[in-house]
DNA sequence: ACCAGCGCAAATGTATACAAAACTGTGAAT
DNA sequence: ATTCACAGTTTTGTATACATTTGCGCTGGT
């Protein structure tokens, strides 16, 4: 493994968990030495999370983990309708009945998952959902805008936390999602994943708005 | 000027303008010496090009400008479709009805801004179009999607060329946009997008047919 | 004639030294 | 008290030397 692509995943694994908190300075000197690499694989590094977006470099010479606000989720979320509504649209078009009656089949067990076998197992449904939709569009330049919202939506999915209720609902409306692609109709599987979206983004702006109080923002 | 800010500028601007042809292998060694630079701001260059796509590293170990095929075009398209819909309808929602009205009367003077100025000048018009989404929908997130796909077009449209009747008729296209932003009508602003990208996209999509016999796709 | 194995060469990956630029704190003057 | 200037310090930007990998061609065998 190359040493930037190794700096590259360590420092991406620690913003999407919050190990690495908002406003945390990213300086090269002390990161190298931390994770053992010389500055230049690490500059790579850095500048790969920067066109991410993972690393706000507008504020000075040192880059600073960027901020999770309600208004940056808010503008998340748009973006990932425009994508998701017409990925949902394509894949309805052109996707494989089966493969989404079977995750349909997968979320219509979500209860007894969740309860058996923990959060982790629900999120591996939907991360196969994930895969499914991109194989069902067959679009790289679609899947790589995909890819990155999906990569952003983690950290603030850490930030929320996982609501038993919440999750169940989630299951229900991604059952919706994949039935309408399964019988490719896709004005419903647009709608379905819109009003997916809306409820997951509500949720996240509460649980945000509840936690500004204690953690606060800068 | 950082050195690798030149580069970068140098070697995006020499693919988007077809300077650099496809499957032409981007050296390291090679490009430093032609550009005055070290290999270290040369490789900032290229790794920014690769990760907006504008260099393939995914053959071997040296990058190479990316093919412009009919199927990578499509693929462009359907992106942009998900995007400029859905910021054509966020535009119809909270943008300037002046601006857009003021956008419109441009477009309906478009035939004789190309008779008189030429085609640089109906192009800064679309620069003013995009600019003004830009500002309507207010989301630092879409609109850097919205550069990546625009960034995308750019060398797909200069295979393209310039068809005088073409132009017209996307000037029309772009006015009806304008207005149904200018009345707020969200469904007319997304379905006037989508047309509009259809006739754009077939139009390249003939031109690039007719050129593949001589150009000689790899 | 073709294929496998091997070695060379050219390209990329990394480390480090040096240059330049940008923040910080101090000091004095207003 | 505030602001401006300046120098020092820290941090990033660049160049170059070295390490490592990978692709390619040569040679020998079948």
Redesign the pocket.
């Known amino acids: 493994?190359?040493?930037?692509?190794?700096a590259y995943r360590v420092l991406r694994d620690e913003i999407l968990s919050w190990r690495l908190a908002p406003g945390t300075?990213?300086?090269?000197?002390?990161l190298?030495a931390r994770l053992?690499?010389?500055?230049?694989?690490?500059?790579?590094a850095l500048s790969r999370l920067a066109l991410e977006g993972l690393l706000d470099t507008s504020r000075?010479?040192?880059?600073i983990v960027p901020d999770v606000s309600p208004e940056s989720v808010a503008e998340l979320f748009e973006l990932r309708e425009a994508l998701e509504v017409h990925a949902a649209r394509l894949a309805a078009r052109r996707g494989d009945p089966a493969v989404f009656a079977g995750l349909a089949a997968e979320f219509a067990r979500a209860a007894e998952v969740l309860a058996g076998q923990g959060v982790d197992a629900y999120y591996e449904v939907v991360a196969d959902f994930d895969r499914a939709i991109d194989e069902a569009i067959a679009n790289p330049a679609m899947c790589g805008a995909l890819e990155g919202v999906r990569t952003h939506l983690v950290r603030a999915r850490r930030l929320a936390g996982d609501n038993p209720e919440r999750l169940l609902r989630a299951a229900e409306e991604h059952r919706l999602i994949c039935e309408a692609i399964r019988d490719r109709d896709e004005a419903l599987a647009a709608s379905a994943v819109a009003v997916h979206l809306r409820a997951s983004l509500n949720e996240i702006l509460a649980t945000l708005r509840s936690r500004i109080p204690q953690e606060g923002i800068r």
């Open positions: 493994m190359r040493a930037s692509e190794t300075p990213l300086s090269e000197v002390e190298a053992g690499v010389s500055r230049t694989p690490l500059r790579a000075g010479r040192t880059g």
